[in-house]
T-cell receptor
Framework: GESVGLHLPTLSVQEGDNSIINCAYS??????FIWYKQESGKGPQFIID?????DKRQGQRVTVLLNKTVKHLSLQIAATQPGDSAVYFC??????????FGAGTRLFVKA | DAGVIQSPRHEVTEMGQEVTLRCKPI?????LFWYRQTMMRGLELLIY????????DSGMPEDRFSAKMPNASFSTLKIQPSEPRDSAVYFC????????????FGQGTRLTVV
């Protein structure tokens, strides 16, 4: 099926542990920052976004943190499950419509 | 709703041939995007349509690539002539409006040019 690059940064966690996926961004003018999840053979799927004037937003089992000072974004997944294994992309929403994707991080969850 | 539907899922073609990729966005969505995914470049935005009108095609790699959206329920991405370096997974995505941060992606078309 469709797949992403084989040479992505990889994070391996034990099932039940918390995961933290990090991302550095470049465009300070982006109005939103977004996290997407891509499972093998599928297209990216929206997880959560955060407006640029916020520093934290929580969803179901996920929390996104934004540090504009150092241009850093992170996604925290609580109680990581095998179904969370995927490639995670941070993305910047800019220009009112354009979503620009980062390189991605592969998350492996060990049972 | 069946989501964004792309066809074909896989396409293998010879260098120099014309390739047409197809996309049916989610009904009611008025923004449509074409992306290309490769190991070297990751996910690249090729072109964006709003209300069937191309708004930004700055990501289209060269004149061999063209995209159309004749109506709200159909879009095509055409490569003519195709080259081996065009081999990639091509995704179509749609969203409710241009300001929405949530784009819904299709399953993608894996294109191999030999």
């Amino acid at each position: 099926g469709e797949s992403v690059g084989l040479h992505l940064p990889t994070l391996s966690v034990q099932e039940g542990d918390n995961s933290i996926i990090n991302c550095a961004y470049s465009n300070s003018a982006s109005d939103y920052f977004i996290w997407y999840k891509q499972e093998s053979g599928k297209g990216p799927q929206f997880i959560i976004d955060i407006r640029s004037n916020m520093d934290k937003r929580q969803g179901q089992r996920v929390t996104v943190l934004l540090n504009k000072t150092v241009k850093h974004l992170s996604l925290q997944i609580a109680a990581t499950q095998p179904g969370d294994s995927a490639v995670y992309f941070c993305a910047e929403h800019t220009g009112g419509f354009k979503t620009i994707f980062g390189a991605g991080t592969r998350l492996f969850v060990k049972a | 709703d069946a989501g964004v539907i792309q066809s074909p899922r896989h396409e293998v073609t010879e260098m120099g041939q014309e390739v047409t990729l197809r996309c049916k966005p989610i009904s009611g969505h008025n923004s449509l995007f074409w992306y290309r995914q490769t190991m070297m470049r990751g996910l690249e935005l090729l072109i964006y349509f709003n209300n069937n009108v191309p708004i930004d095609d700055s990501g289209m790699p060269e004149d061999r690539f063209s995209a159309k959206m004749p109506n709200a329920s159909f879009s095509t991405l055409k490569i003519q002539p195709s080259e081996p370096r065009d081999s990639a997974v091509y995704f179509c995505a749609s969203s409710t409006d241009r300001a929405s941060t949530e784009a819904f992606f299709g399953q993608g078309t894996r294109l191999t040019v030999v």
